[in-house]
């Protein structure tokens, strides 16, 4: 997540660094430099993971900042016609790189939002508001889950369409008031998603059932069980998956019939995670339960949650 969230803002330093540095020769020249600039920071907007700072707060200062450079640069278009090799350079250069790169982000935040024509409806897994996804939707940039499709991960192939929640704050913070400062805090229960009850999003039997792992601290990834502590339910045919769940909280044994809303566990930071969060999954059911079924895109009430919808 550390990694992801400084390529962000490491991209939209250099959107605003070559618009600061980027000499426009005449009043149109700005326009297209600014248009090329707010193209490249609206595709990031649109793909990005932005949980910190809180999205509201890069909005707001990306957009100071764009604002500032754009008036600036309006007003000095012209001052300095002669240009440089460097100065064409970075102008024609800077135009045509940070259009296409914003523009194939737009591309996959559009495309990644639309949902497929085959889907599993679901009840949401979470009660009340404020759960948000921080992967899941149809395109790679949108929803990291897809890696699972190429060759040699077949084993978990079946988790390719899911989607990851975590809790926001009213404030956009997905931390406690006192981590609010803190980018990734070690403690699980810094989070606000961690020990939320997790509901049945269908009527089923649980097909898998485990709760034998230990919550790790945020940043330790434990992969001897990927899913962590987790429960499959096996849905008019489709076997759907909850995992990296609290340890000691899982309520249903294997081989129990539920209901839409029972009670399944509470969010933990257990498997392959970075964070506490609920990831969710559906696939053909397989006989033994595996990881490795055909995948199939999810609705939650009705809706199709990319990056960045809430429930």
Not at 18 to 26: G, N, Y
Not at 52 to 61: G, Q, R
Request: proline share 5%; glycine share 12%; net charge neutral.
């Amino acid at each position: 997540m550390i990694a992801i969230l400084l390529v962000q803002a490491g991209f939209l330093a250099a959107v605003l660094l070559w618009l600061r540095l980027t000499r426009a020769p005449t009043t149109l020249w700005a326009g297209v430099l600014i248009g090329a600039a707010l193209i490249a920071l609206l595709g990031a907007g649109f793909v990005g993971i932005w949980v910190y700072p809180p999205a509201w707060s890069v909005a707001l200062l990306a957009g100071a900042a764009l604002l500032w450079l754009s008036v600036r640069l309006v007003r000095r278009a012209g001052v300095r016609p002669s240009a440089t090799m460097v100065d064409t350079t970075m102008r024609f250069g800077g135009v045509v790189v940070w259009a296409f790169l914003g523009g194939v982000l737009i591309w996959h935040g559009v495309i990644g939002r639309q949902a497929p024509s085959a889907v599993l409806g679901l009840a949401a897994p979470l009660d009340g508001a404020g759960f948000c996804a921080i992967s899941g939707g149809a395109s790679p940039l949108l929803n990291f889950h897809l890696e699972t499709l190429a060759p040699g991960k077949e084993a978990y192939r079946g988790q390719s369409y899911g989607v990851d929640f975590i809790a926001i704050s009213p404030l956009g913070l997905r931390t406690t008031a006192a981590h609010a400062l803190e980018q990734a805090p070690s403690s699980p229960d810094a989070y606000n998603i961690f020990g939320v009850e997790v509901r049945a999003p269908c009527a089923g039997e649980a097909v898998a059932a485990y709760d034998g792992m230990t919550d790790q601290n945020a940043g330790v990834i434990d992969r001897s069980v990927m899913a962590g502590n987790h429960v499959v339910l096996r849905c008019d045919g489709y076997d759907v998956l909850l995992a990296h769940l609290r340890q000691g909280t899982v309520a249903v044994a294997l081989g129990q019939r539920v209901e839409v809303g029972a009670r399944l566990g509470e969010v933990g930071n257990t498997g392959a995670t970075d964070e506490p969060h609920l990831h969710v999954s559906a696939q053909r059911a397989t006989p033994q339960a595996s990881f490795g079924g055909e995948p199939i895109h999810v609705t939650f009430n009705g809706r199709f949650v990319v990056r960045g919808a809430c429930l």
